[in-house]
């Protein structure tokens, strides 16, 4: 198992693009949960899905983020438009019930 | 909702010494336990988790104790190396499935 797949990996972009990160959770997971971690705020849980159904979107930031997963094996995660406090590392998290399992992260530059 | 707080935010020790990292957290409904290990630029990794109905966990190097009276949980590290030297973090979480993490601590281990 390849584990949780995040892409791209590293992004760099200026102020005011859309910027759209993705996620590929493990087979089998019915969690699947964005974070954002940043050194001032700690890791954030953005947004998490049950059987692909938003269950809690009361950590996105603001109507400039919305997160979708139209089917069991993907979800994005879309910034529109950027800003540079949107800097940070954005990983995407699988599980099942309470356990879960990291990707290996998005780092967004928003310049 | 659920509130983590962790202590020490920095631990330094010398190699071979034991490491102790505590969280306390505010849902008594919370009842699940996980802590996890972030490399520098890494992703958070699950090594180890405790449920409610245990008080004691171990997996050779490390365990986790859980008080649900006093609502706290601690991680100990034993015998460290420099490869423990990571930032740790704790969670907690209720049967929803969404972990609330604590700020993290900075364990260095000096040879």
């Known amino acids: 198992d390849a584990g949780v797949i995040q892409s791209p990996r590293h992004e760099v972009t200026e102020m005011g693009q859309e910027v759209t990160l993705r996620c590929k959770p493990i087979?089998?997971?019915?969690?699947l949960f964005w974070y954002r971690q940043t050194m001032m705020r700690g890791l954030e849980l953005l947004i998490y899905?049950?059987?692909?159904?938003?269950?809690?979107d009361s950590g996105m930031p603001e109507d400039r983020f919305s997160a979708k997963m139209p089917n069991a094996s993907f979800s994005t995660l879309k910034i529109q438009p950027s800003e540079p406090r949107d800097s940070a590392v954005y990983f995407c998290a699988s599980g099942v019930q309470e356990t879960q399992y990291f990707g290996p992260g998005t780092r967004l530059l928003v310049l | 909702g659920e509130n983590v707080e962790q202590h020490p935010s920095t631990l330094s020790v010398q190699e071979g010494d034991s490491a102790v990292i505590k969280c306390t957290y505010s849902d008594s409904a919370s009842n699940y336990f996980p802590w996890y290990k972030q490399e520098l630029g890494k992703r958070p990794q699950l090594i180890i988790d405790i449920r409610s109905n245990v008080g004691e966990k171990k997996d050779q190097r490390i365990a986790v104790t859980l008080n649900k009276t006093a609502k706290h949980f601690s991680l100990h590290i034993t015998e460290t190396q420099p490869e423990d030297s990571a930032v740790y973090f704790c969670?907690?979480?209720?049967?929803?499935?969404?972990?609330?993490f604590g700020a993290g601590t900075q364990v260095v281990v000096t040879p």
């Open positions: 087979s089998g997971h019915d969690y």
């Open positions: 899905f049950n059987n692909n159904v938003p269950i809690d």
């Open positions: 969670a907690a979480s209720n049967s929803w499935g969404k972990l609330q």
